[in-house]
Structures are given as C-alpha cells and as structure tokens.
C-alpha cells in the first residue's frame, strides 16, 4: 500500500515537471518570436534617409536590441539568431534584414 502511494507521487511529480519544462519551453519561443516582431515593426514603421550603419544600430541599442555596428551592416542577435540588417536609405523603413544564422 505504501509503496503504491510513493509510486502515484512519484509519478505525478514528473507530469507536474514536464509540464513546467513544456511552458517554459513555449514561453522562450514566444519571446524570440515577439522581439523579432518588435525588431521589424521598429524598421518598418520608421523612416531616416540619412540614417547610416552606425546610427541604426545606436537607434536599435536605445530599444533594447543587442545591435553591433559592422563595415556595412548592423548585427542583431535575437534569442541566438544573428540578423544583418543593410540601411536602405531611399526605400521604405530603414532597413533591410536577412537572417545570417540560426542556433
């Protein structure tokens, strides 16, 4: 009786624990996915013809992305994900971004 008991409470305790893995695993996922769509709806809602490598990424490190200024792009790494983002002058938003590696 007594070993049937430790086996149920030995059991539920791992279910509690692979839930808890599993929600921390899909909140980690949301997070990356929210600040790439903060990181495209700051490109693209603003607008600087002037705006150079150097400027945006300053511009993007003001709003809390990890943003390194390179000879003629800007790094931004989002949850392990590095992105190169090219000031687009002319062309809509201030950047264009492509992804450069994936974790």
Same mark, same amino acid.
């Given at each position: 009786?007594?070993?049937?008991?430790?086996?149920?409470?030995?059991?539920?305790?791992?279910? *509690?624990?692979?839930?808890?893995?599993? $929600?921390? /695993?899909?909140?980690?996922?949301?997070? &990356? !996915?929210?600040?790439?769509?903060?990181?495209?709806?700051?490109?693209?809602?603003?607008?600087?013809?002037? *705006?150079?490598?150097?400027?945006?990424? $300053?511009? /993007?490190?003001?709003?809390?992305?990890? &943003? !390194?200024?390179?000879?003629?792009?800007?790094?931004?790494?989002?949850?392990?994900?590095?992105?190169?983002?090219?000031?687009?002058?002319?062309?809509?938003?201030?950047?264009?971004?492509?992804?450069?590696?994936?974790?």
């Amino acid at each position: 009786m007594i070993y049937k008991i430790y086996l149920n409470n030995t059991i539920n305790l791992h279910i *509690m624990i692979i839930i808890i893995i599993s $929600f921390q /695993l899909f909140a980690s996922l949301s997070s &990356a !996915a929210s600040d790439y769509s903060a990181l495209m709806k700051l490109i693209t809602q603003n607008e600087d013809l002037r *705006m150079g490598v150097k400027d945006l990424a $300053f511009f /993007l490190v003001t709003h809390g992305f990890d &943003a !390194a200024p390179k000879k003629d792009h800007v790094e931004v790494q989002i949850d392990g994900t590095l992105y190169v983002l090219l000031p687009n002058g002319q062309s809509s938003g201030l950047a264009n971004v492509t992804v450069a590696s994936l974790q």
